[in-house]
């Protein structure tokens, strides 16, 4: 629409200079610090993971599983990053509360300034810790977690791109499954009854399921790779949870 239009000398560098950037493979999210997830953009850096469609595949299992919008709901957000997961499931659901954790406080710190452009900072609590470590007697409706999940043996063969995101965020150093068993472990100690864990995997797969919490629902994407686990609650007192 705008084929005409002679560009401004500081444009004409500032586009040259986001091309050398690129030439050197750095991510296009992090060259215009935006990236479109779900309904909204979230603004991008190299303090988080640049948010995936893959991790999409969260949002639409929570929906399917709570169809209810208007249900005063508990969520947590476990490995929040740039906070896409929480601050999306907040503009899903206007009367649920999330707590969304973080091991990185640079990642928290991002994730604060995308829930306070989206309007929903005075609802999702941002805390700083590893895994569960930050909540303490709370019961959750749902556990939602994209964690690091690329075992050690597969980073050599990523992609360039890669190499500009945080490392903490993508790979365990092990076989992958590392941080999900730890999930699978400890997540019914803060799961309501009948509550779920809903975590993003990869090429690593999905943990064992226990006697406690039990794997409902394997979510393929287009291609038919594995990509989320669907695990319940199925053995809690329920007198244990108020």
């Given at each position: 629409?705008?084929?005409?239009?002679?560009?401004?000398?500081?444009?004409?560098?500032?586009?040259?200079?986001?091309?050398?950037?690129?030439?050197?493979?750095?991510?296009?999210?992090?060259?215009?610090?935006?990236?479109?997830?779900?309904?909204?953009?979230?603004?991008?850096?190299?303090?988080?993971?640049?948010?995936?469609?893959?991790?999409?595949?969260?949002?639409?299992?929570?929906?399917?599983?709570?169809?209810?919008?208007?249900?005063?709901?508990?969520?947590?957000?476990?490995?929040?990053?740039?906070?896409?997961?929480?601050?999306?499931?907040?503009?899903?659901?206007?009367?649920?509360?999330?707590?969304?954790?973080?091991?990185?406080?640079?990642?928290?710190?991002?994730?604060?300034?995308?829930?306070?452009?989206?309007?929903?900072?005075a609802?999702?609590?941002?805390?700083?810790?590893d895994?569960?470590?930050?909540?303490?007697?709370?019961?959750?409706?749902?556990?939602?977690?994209?964690?690091?999940?690329?075992?050690?043996?597969?980073?050599a063969?990523?992609?360039?791109?890669?190499?500009?995101?945080p490392?903490?965020?993508?790979?365990d150093?092990?076989?992958?499954?590392?941080?999900?068993?730890?999930?699978l472990?400890?997540?019914?100690?803060?799961?309501?009854?009948?509550?779920?864990?809903?975590?993003?995997?990869?090429s690593?797969?999905?943990?064992?399921?226990?006697?406690?919490?039990?794997?409902?629902e394997?979510?393929?994407?287009?291609?038919?790779?594995?990509?989320?686990?669907?695990?319940?609650?199925?053995?809690?007192?329920?007198?244990?949870c108020?």
């Amino acid at each position: 629409m705008q084929m005409d239009d002679l560009l401004a000398a500081s444009q004409i560098v500032t586009f040259e200079a986001m091309v050398v950037r690129r030439c050197q493979r750095e991510p296009l999210a992090y060259i215009v610090g935006q990236r479109a997830f779900w309904n909204h953009s979230f603004h991008t850096d190299p303090r988080a993971l640049i948010p995936r469609p893959e991790t999409e595949h969260l949002i639409e299992a929570v929906l399917a599983h709570f169809p209810n919008h208007d249900q005063a709901l508990q969520f947590c957000d476990v490995a929040t990053g740039s906070g896409c997961i929480a601050i999306s499931l907040a503009l899903e659901y206007p009367q649920a509360r999330l707590v969304a954790t973080d091991l990185s406080p640079a990642a928290l710190a991002l994730a604060r300034e995308n829930a306070e452009l989206l309007g929903v900072a005075a609802r999702v609590d941002l805390r700083c810790g590893d895994l569960f470590a930050p909540l303490t007697g709370e019961y959750f409706d749902a556990i939602i977690s994209n964690p690091p999940y690329v075992a050690a043996q597969e980073m050599a063969a990523l992609a360039p791109e890669l190499a500009f995101e945080p490392q903490m965020a993508l790979t365990d150093h092990d076989d992958g499954l590392t941080l999900l068993r730890r999930l699978l472990a400890d997540a019914g100690d803060y799961l309501k009854p009948g509550g779920y864990l809903m975590v993003e995997t990869g090429s690593c797969g999905l943990p064992q399921p226990s006697a406690s919490i039990q794997l409902v629902e394997a979510i393929h994407d287009l291609a038919g790779l594995q990509r989320v686990g669907v695990y319940r609650l199925v053995n809690r007192n329920v007198s244990d949870c108020f």
